[in-house]
Nanobody, 125 residues
């Protein structure tokens, strides 16, 4: 079972990136999926999440700029990031949890069973 994150890169402030997290090994359609990020010297924080039915969560700092979505047919979750700011610079990780039958997300990293390897997002000013 594996989560493969991709789509990171270097972008100027105001630019856009779309991160993808492709799952393999089993179907994740009944899992809640999430994107976390970790900046140097900081703890890993929850950025966005989506449960199995499509309800979503966005942390306040990215509301209006980021969108999380999923394509269960492709076993993939996406994070569309627009109007990027230098403070969005971090390694972004995708994660999956089947707790609560995939109906809810968690801010604590210990509640997630599977993690992607991380993809670097760097936003220059």
């Amino acid at each position: 079972v594996q989560l493969q994150a991709s789509g990171g890169g270097l972008v100027q402030a105001g630019g856009s990136l779309r991160l993808s997290c492709a799952a393999s090994g089993r179907t994740f359609s009944r899992d809640a999926m999430a994107w976390f990020r970790q900046a140097p010297g900081k703890e890993r924080e929850l950025v966005a999440a989506i449960n199995w039915s499509g309800s979503t969560y966005l942390t306040d700092s990215v509301k209006g700029r980021f969108t999380i979505s999923r394509d269960n047919a492709k076993n993939t979750v996406y994070l569309q990031m627009n109007s990027l700011k230098p403070e969005d610079t971090a390694v972004y990780y995708c994660a999956a949890t089947s707790r609560a039958d995939g109906s809810r997300w968690y801010s604590g990293v210990r509640n997630y069973d599977y993690w992607g390897q991380g993809t670097q997002v760097t936003v220059s000013s």
